[in-house]
């Protein structure tokens, strides 16, 4: 067999023989490197007493100085007039068209790109003709100081007192059937400890983030309480996967103390929380920074809701686990 020069020839192969392909070694980048060691187990007096003060700091601060929520039209009643200009409008004038002592306070959201678009609502009202009045009203105050023919009227919604209040309770057993709900899923799935933590820090997020919402004066409606509830389901997504993992290390570190095996599960699985948790702020921050007047609230609860979450599954969950063991050894 002839070879070119500088090279050596092959030898030949058996027949039916292959080489092997060489194994492909794949790289990921790790967020967490492997082995850190937090001692979240031994911070959890300090950072209790923090959330807890903090709730009620933010609801103290909600009812004395804010004067509670701030109450859309879904849950206080009133009246809502969305508008179209044909040419781009100033707050201001429209404020000043309305100015008038039948209508009282009048709240203008721009709710468009180019200042065309308007939410005008008056909160309060009897509802029925009384409703039906101020909308007429507001028509009436648009067109002396624009014109006939230089806006449209897109929608008007009206809601009675009565009704805002049945919502309102609507609403609330919806979020505590829910917290309920998820609990009682996760005492299931676990154990009865794990449950009890579990809806502990649900009822952590949700008035964590009611108190961001009264302080912030963000404006509390129905699609809020979608919010709320969509925290609530993505709170106990991140609290299964930490209880998940305590589970697994419990049957493998069996002489290990359970303070030191949750500690162990919660680094093990820090890298995956705070990537999953990490996507979904970005996006609801993006979604509250440029999603528009109209979601401004939703996307605020969701964006404090699931900060929130993911803090209150290592804070608030693991820590009454530990509580609940304690005081079963002591009963012991």
Excluded: C
């Excluded at 004038?93 to 065309?116: H, M, N, W, Y």
């Excluded at 991140?238 to 049957?251: C, G």
């Amino acid at each position: 067999m002839s070879t070119k020069e500088g090279t050596r020839p092959t030898a030949p192969q058996a027949p039916g023989r292959r080489d092997k392909p060489a194994p492909v070694v794949h790289k990921f980048v790790e967020l967490i490197p492997s082995g850190t060691k937090v001692d979240f187990v031994g911070m959890r007096g300090r950072m209790l007493v923090f959330s807890w003060a903090l709730i009620l700091a933010s609801l103290a601060f909600t009812h004395f100085v804010r004067g509670g929520l701030r109450l859309g039209i879904d849950f206080a009643g009133g009246t809502m007039v969305h508008v179209k200009f044909a040419e781009r409008t100033s707050i201001g004038d429209i404020r000043a068209a309305l100015s008038k002592p039948e209508l009282g306070e009048v709240i203008v959201q721009d709710v468009g790109r180019d200042s065309r678009e308007f939410q005008i609502r008056l909160l309060g009202g009897e509802g029925g003709q009384g409703a039906t009045s101020v909308a007429a009203a507001i028509k009436k105050g648009l067109q002396e100081k624009f014109g006939e023919g230089t806006y449209d009227v897109l929608r008007v919604e009206t809601v009675g007192p009565k009704v805002g209040k049945d919502l309102w309770w609507d609403a609330f057993w919806a979020v505590l059937f829910a917290t309920v709900v998820m609990g009682v899923y996760i005492a299931f799935r676990f154990e009865v400890r794990f449950g009890i933590g579990a809806a502990i820090a649900l009822v952590h997020d949700v008035l964590l983030t009611l108190g961001a919402l009264g302080v912030f004066q963000m404006e509390f409606d129905l699609t809020t309480v979608a919010a709320l509830l969509t925290v609530v389901g993505y709170s106990v997504h991140d609290t299964v996967i930490v209880s998940d993992r305590i589970r697994e290390n419990m049957r493998k570190m069996r002489r290990d103390t359970l303070a030191t095996i949750m500690n162990l599960s919660i680094n093990e699985t820090l890298s995956r929380t705070l990537i999953t948790s990490g996507t979904a702020i970005l996006v609801t921050l993006v979604l509250f920074l440029f999603g528009g007047s109209v979601i401004h609230s939703f996307a605020f609860t969701l964006l404090v809701g699931f900060i929130v979450g993911t803090y209150s599954s290592i804070y608030v969950a693991s820590p009454v686990v530990l509580y609940l063991e304690g005081r079963t050894r002591a009963r012991r």
